[in-house]
């Protein structure tokens, strides 16, 4: 598994991440994290977390053959990728972590609608009064 700890890396600092925001990300501690890779330990939910946050098939961190890690980009239709012109491909962020912030911004924006509803109530109810005096 070290040599899983090797491609996370390359992939992380090819998009511009640390290992410690993957490990955050994932929802374990620093410990934990090493404890489990050394011990192979890993649970299959977690490498697919790691490999969702990273823009990478969980297949990545099995191959014995090694890719560039802008092929696997250029493969994995899952992620909103960056081209710089010069050949060279960013993982801006993964599919997944667009629908999860898409989520929290159609959540916001339900409480927004329910609180515009509750103000256009209270202005009627206002109006009346005013009407009534």
């Known amino acids: 598994m ?13 998009n511009g991440v640390t290992t410690k925001s993957i490990i955050e990300t994932i929802s374990m501690t620093e410990n934990g994290f090493y404890t489990a890779i050394r011990n192979k330990t890993l649970k299959i939910s977690t490498l697919e977390k790691i490999a969702e946050y990273l823009g990478v098939p ?25 081209h710089n012109g010069s050949g060279d491909v960013k993982v801006v962020r993964s ?8 989520d929290g911004l159609r959540e916001k924006l339900n ?11 209270d202005k009627m109810f206002l109006q009346n009064l005013i009407n009534k005096k």
């Open 2 to 14: 070290e040599n899983f700890l090797e491609k996370i890396s390359v992939v992380a600092k090819k």
């Open 58 to 82: 969980v297949s990545y961190f099995f191959e014995e053959q090694e890719k560039s890690v802008s092929q696997y980009v250029e493969q994995n239709s899952g992620s909103v990728v960056q």
């Open 95 to 102: 599919i997944g972590e667009c629908e999860r912030e898409c």
């Open 111 to 121: 409480v927004a609608q329910t609180q515009i509803e509750e103000l256009k109530q």
